[in-house]
């Protein structure tokens, strides 16, 4: 069966350092790779989308860069992180001939 | 542009009092809507893919259903372990992402 990993579950930092969230899916090949957040009252927002190794679409334009280097890993990263960036972060998947995402555990946030 | 609205935001209901949650889309041909439960602090877990007008389907006290328009989850005789957020996500054709409501925050009371 599919599962899919993401860490770290919290993280607290302060304003300008770096950041980086991995997301690893297990059990499927060639897999659409999301990133969202998920802030208070606001819904889910996609952050990155990713369809195949080294292939990355940018929805909302900010602070933070995502990389796909292997077929099943999705990073989240940010060179410079500001209070803005607070919030759950969101790994999910969708296999390449379906239709339903699914979700991983979730990244909380804090930038301090 | 894709939009999703879903109401009430909160809704509170005793053990046993049925109800429903609404989700109204605008989509440019809809290749699917999908219904998540989210408990605080987790992941949103799936629920159901409705296709088409005229679908149901249906989970221990939870049926989900689809018009043209909007779609309803259907709660029967609520239990305190269905308390969470229900989101609600549409897609459109080709391979676009989902576009989610902001969800419905649903309280049952013992």
């Known amino acids: 069966s599919q599962t899919i990993h993401q860490w770290p579950a919290t993280l607290v930092q302060p304003v300008g350092s770096p950041l980086s969230l991995e997301c690893t899916v297990e059990?499927?090949?060639?897999?659409?790779l999301y990133w969202y957040r998920q802030a208070a009252g606001r819904g889910l927002q996609l952050l990155f989308y990713s369809v195949g190794i080294g292939q990355i679409s940018s929805e909302v334009p900010q602070n933070l860069s995502a990389s796909r280097p292997q077929d099943r890993q999705f990073i989240l990263s940010s060179k410079k992180l500001l209070l803005s960036d607070s919030g759950f972060y969101l790994c999910a998947w969708r296999p390449g001939t379906g239709n339903t995402i699914y979700f991983g555990e979730g990244s909380w946030l804090t930038v301090v | 542009e894709d939009q999703v609205t879903q109401s009430p935001e909160a809704l509170r209901l005793q053990e046993g009092e049925s109800s429903s949650l609404n989700c109204s889309y605008t989509?440019?041909?809809?290749?699917?809507l999908f219904w998540y439960r989210q408990d605080p602090g987790k992941g949103p877990e799936f629920l159901f893919t409705?296709?088409?007008a005229g679908e149901e389907k249906e989970k221990e006290r939870l049926k989900a259903t689809l018009t043209k328009k909007e779609s309803f989850l259907h709660i029967t005789a609520p239990k305190p372990e269905d308390s969470a957020t229900y989101l609600c996500?549409?897609?459109?054709?080709?391979?676009?992402?989902?576009?989610f409501g902001k969800g419905t925050r649903l309280s049952v009371i013992a």
């Open positions: 989509v440019s041909g809809l290749r699917g």
């Open positions: 996500a549409v897609q459109a054709g080709g391979n676009t992402p989902l576009v």
């Open positions: 059990g499927t090949s060639n897999p659409n």
């Open positions: 409705l296709y088409s």
